[in-house]
């Protein structure tokens, strides 16, 4: 039953490094979310995922990349980390059963990725 | 733009105190989320909203929207210690057909003993 999962926990990055965040969700769920959370600036989309196969740019995704080739599975890439992205990232899924209703079905956090770039 | 706003941005009572906290906005939302967020931890849901004037309650959280679904209140009667945490306020984005939510900054709420 672990719903949302998020690796690594924490990471501490140089400017310039690349990685790869990774959510994973056994809910089935089709559609998958990656959040910033930044303070006093609150959860800001950065890209999200209606379906396998498919990606669409969030609120803040300049710098971002991200793969959803399995549907259990949304991944966030950092190609050349700069200290502006120095945050907190969670991951989201929810149901998208029905479009229409898509917008009132809840979203599942992960726990969150620390993520420091010096 | 659709911007939620929260207020106050953070609260720190004594146990057993009520208190209130506000989501507003200029637009119009179809529902609003609530969430809750522990140190350390992911957004929870606890509340949907969905009609303009309904009240929902959840224990000691009473949470309304108001009538014409620009704006709710998180209402906490007699709280203790475990409310301590960040809460958000959340709506469809515009062509939030994706399931898209705007979040608000949040109310950071401290309870003490």
């Known amino acids: 039953n672990a719903g949302v999962t998020q690796t690594p926990k924490f990471r501490v990055l140089k400017t310039g490094q690349s990685m790869t965040l990774l959510c994973a969700q056994d809910?089935?769920?089709?559609?998958m979310y990656w959040y910033r959370q930044d303070p006093g600036m609150g959860l800001r989309l950065i890209h999200y995922?209606?379906?396998?196969?498919?990606?669409a740019k969030g609120e803040v995704p300049d710098g971002y990349n991200v793969s959803r080739l399995k549907k259990q599975n949304f991944l966030l890439g950092l190609e050349s980390a700069a200290p502006s992205q120095t945050s907190v990232y969670f991951c989201?899924?929810?149901?998208?059963?029905?479009?229409?209703?898509?917008?009132?079905?809840?979203?599942?956090f992960g726990d969150g990725t620390r993520l420091s770039i010096l | 733009t659709q911007l939620l706003e929260q207020s106050p941005q953070f609260l720190s009572i004594q146990e057993g105190e009520n208190l209130t906290v506000y989501c507003n906005s200029s637009s119009v939302f179809s529902s609003l989320q609530w969430y809750r967020q522990e140190p350390g931890e992911g957004p929870v849901l606890l509340v949907t909203?969905?009609?303009?004037?309904e009240v929902k309650k959840l224990k000691r959280l009473t949470f309304q929207f108001g009538d014409a679904r620009k704006d709710s209140s998180l209402h906490i009667t007699a709280a203790q210690p475990g409310d301590t945490g960040l809460y958000l306020c959340a709506g469809p984005a515009l062509g939030g057909s994706q399931g898209n939510l705007i979040f608000g900054k949040g109310t950071k709420l401290s309870v003490k003993p």
């Open positions: 989201a899924s929810s149901y998208g059963v029905m479009r229409r209703a898509a917008s009132n079905q809840p979203q599942h």
């Open positions: 809910m089935n769920h089709e559609y």
């Open positions: 995922s209606v379906g396998e196969g498919t990606t």
């Open positions: 909203v969905v009609t303009g004037g």
